[in-house]
């Protein structure tokens, strides 16, 4: 079996896997604080590191019908967020390839 | 909540600052007298206070700091319930100070901040809780836990701990079980829970226990059979992701809980047709069923359901492969089911509906969510059969034509109407139903270039009770459309205007001046400019524009709720 690679990120405000701990993404990623997902506030991210996807959804979300992927933390695989890989309203097409981390699953180190 | 200086206790007042809200204390301007709050408490004592801000990097001037919390609990004295959402600006000051200052506080409610375990025993000492609820919190581990129960066990009603690490664990079950014999309501989702013991203690010490609900937790048969023998209470059990939990478990709840009142299972690859039968035939009071994603759970289960559950109310059934014939005969037995909620299952068709409907002539509710199958000869025999429905939800019925839709003006009594990306119905779709249905109060309609202002003029007119109007991407609804509801519609209490790419910001504003009763008008961000805002403000002292983004899966639960109460 393998090492598993961990990514490491530079610099203050990295906001991590709150089961293990591990890196996910920075605050200089987040394009917008002002989501809501299905466990309360959610922020979208340019880059994340450290995750693995799941398979590609068909989701009706609010905003309108997208396909996600769930993505998992690579090391513990807590669900953490999903990533967009398609929207099919034009005004949403701006997410594409994005990923949302829920609040509630993160911790942030200061 | 603005600084004070310390001589004046907190003035109520209701505050929004971008995505932060502090609610605030009884009498407070605009609270709707339809609010059941308002009436019931005096301005020194607030039962209950509901804070909610961000944890952005900066430090905002309005967020919540330990004074304020403090300046807070020096004026309530008789706080009896208190809920803090991501209070990470609140040290273990302000948190003690509420160990110190509030005895009388019976429920704490405490999701995403810093709770050291010296803290919550603190809390346990100096409050004399009832019930709590943690999530998301940091640093607090299962020893601070452990020593909560000790403290509290003897009072404690209600507990539940979601998504806090190192928190639920076996030895805190343990604990739990041991020192908490009033719990009546326990719910836990953890991944730290690996062994049977913790639950099995807790069956043995919590034998009142009415509600148990656990999420992801490693335990096995062995554990739950423990529930099945103690806990004869039970009315209530929520078992989701307990992958190492079989058929065994639930024959052991059929035979021990002979008061179960509620079922709720999901996501689960090894709960099979057998134990739906033998809870179907042993708990006779059985009155809500809900199965979600359960690959074994198929047709014969709903045979049995059908068969035995003679008190049943509500049936919720998701991601099953159960076929039409399922539901051949089915209300015959059942025929006090009041709901019914199906989404995606996708083998069953029109004839499953029609059964549906013609066995069950009391349904009050009925949703049908991404069923593709389903079309025009469903509806119509919902129509013809269900004479009583108040709610109808119909999401991705892309069969659905307005010769469908039609035949539900004849359940006149209608109060809740939703038709959620039903591509082909047009302007004429509700046209018998606005004229037939007049006690319709819900409406929502979405994804739509067919239903447009001809649509609103005919609710306008023909719907003057309306108070919940939702409107996803219908793009062919323009100002025009928002100003017949303006006119027409002086009931509306909530307007949803989401991505309606005709719609401008005087259209809104229309909207705005239109209902005197209006509260909640929700928009995409970006859509109505701040002077706007301004203006829709001074115009009804009440009127709130909300501008977050909701991703939530709109066939969710509570999706509705959560648009209506944002």
Redesign the interface.
């Known amino acids: 079996m393998g090492l598993l690679f961990v990514q490491r990120l530079e610099g203050d405000?990295v906001f991590k896997c709150?089961?293990c701990r591990v890196d996910a993404a920075s605050?200089d990623a987040i394009i917008?604080?002002?989501?809501?997902?299905?466990?309360?506030?959610?922020y979208l991210f340019d880059h994340v590191v450290n995750i693995s996807l799941g398979p590609n959804e068909d989701?009706?979300?609010?905003?309108?019908?997208h396909t996600v992927n769930d993505i998992y933390c690579s090391c513990?695989q807590?669900i953490l967020g999903w990533r967009y890989e398609k929207a099919y309203?034009a005004?949403q097409k701006y997410k594409e390839g994005k990923f949302?981390l829920e609040?509630?699953?993160m911790?942030?180190d200061? | 909540m603005a600084s004070t200086s310390p001589q004046t206790p907190p003035r109520p007042r209701r505050t929004e600052v971008g995505?932060w809200e502090i609610t605030s204390l009884p009498e407070a301007e605009g609270w709707d007298s339809e609010n059941p709050r308002s009436d019931e408490h005096n301005q020194c004592s607030a039962p209950s206070v509901d804070m909610q801000e961000?944890?952005?990097?900066d430090f905002h001037p309005t967020s919540l700091t330990d004074a304020g919390l403090i300046h807070l609990i020096e004026g309530c004295k008789r706080l009896e319930k208190l809920t803090l959402?991501?209070f990470s600006h609140i040290s273990e000051r302000g948190l003690l100070g509420i160990a110190n200052g509030c005895w009388n506080l019976q429920s704490l409610a405490l999701?995403?901040g810093y709770v050291p375990n010296h803290v919550l025993i603190a809390l346990a000492e100096g409050c004399n809780l009832k019930e709590l609820k943690l999530?998301?919190v940091?640093e607090l581990t299962d020893e601070g836990l452990v020593e909560f129960v000790k403290i509290r066990g003897k009072s404690l009603v209600s507990l539940d701990i979601s998504?806090c690490?190192d928190c639920v664990t076996d030895r805190s079950l343990d604990a739990i079980g041991t020192y908490c014999h009033k719990l009546e309501v326990l719910s836990v989702e953890s991944?730290d829970v690996k062994e049977n013991k913790g639950l099995m203690s807790v069956a043995k010490g919590c034998q009142s226990l009415k509600s148990l609900k656990m999420l992801g937790l490693g335990v096995g048969d062995a554990a739950l059979e423990a529930i099945g023998s103690f806990c004869s209470a039970l009315e209530t059990l929520f078992l989701d992701r307990l992958d190492k939990c079989s058929d065994r478990s639930l024959f052991s709840i059929a035979n021990g809980c002979k008061q179960l009142k509620s079922l709720i299972i999901k996501s689960s690859d090894k709960f099979t047709d057998k134990s739906i039968e033998l809870v179907s035939r042993n708990c006779k009071l059985l009155q809500h069923m809900e199965i979600n994603g359960c690959h074994k759970v198929q047709t014969a289960a709903l045979e049995h359901i059908g068969q035995l559950c003679t008190n049943l109310l509500g049936l919720t059934l998701s991601r099953l492969l159960i076929e039409s014939n399922a539901f051949l005969g089915f209300g015959q037995r059942c025929f006090l089911l009041k709901s019914i909620y199906l989404d995606m299952c996708y083998e069953i068709s029109d004839e499953a509906i029609c059964h549906i409907a013609q066995g069950c002539k009391n349904l009050r509710e009925l949703s049908i969510i991404?069923c593709y199958e389903i079309g025009d000869q469903a509806i119509i025999s919902v129509g013809e059969n269900c004479k009583e429905l108040r709610e109808l939800a119909l999401?991705?019925l892309v069969r659905l034509t307005d010769a469908g839709l039609a035949a539900v003006s004849q359940c006149s009594f209608l109060q809740k109407l939703v038709i959620?990306?039903c591509e082909q119905i047009t302007d004429d779709g509700l046209t018998s139903i606005i004229r037939e249905c007049h006690d319709l109060v819900h409406l929502g309609i979405s994804?739509t270039k067919k239903m447009g202002d001809t649509t609103l003029a005919k609710v306008g007119e023909g719907f003057p009770k309306l108070k919940h109007l939702v409107m996803?991407?219908c793009h062919a609804i323009s100002d025009i459309g928002l100003a017949h509801i303006a006119r027409g519609c002086l009931q509306l209490k909530v307007c949803v205007v989401?991505?309606c790419?005709q719609v401008t910001p005087a259209g809104l504003a229309t909207l705005a001046e239109g209902s005197s009763r209006l509260q909640r008008l929700v928009v995409?961000?970006g859509k109505v400019p701040e002077e706007a805002i301004e203006k829709c403000r001074m115009i009804n002292g009440r009127l709130v524009i909300l501008?977050?983004?909701?991703?939530?899966?709109?066939?969710?639960e509570h999706?509705e709720e959560?648009?209506l109460l944002?």
């Open positions: 405000g709150r089961r605050k917008s604080r002002d989501f809501y997902g299905r466990s309360g506030r959610a989701r009706y979300l609010i905003t309108g019908l513990c807590q309203d005004s949302i609040r509630a699953r911790w942030k200061s | 995505h961000d944890d952005s990097d959402n991501w999701t995403g999530c998301a940091e998504i690490n991944k991404r999401h991705c959620f990306a994804d996803l991407r989401f991505q790419s995409e961000k501008n977050g983004r909701y991703e939530i899966d709109v066939f969710g999706c959560n648009l944002v």
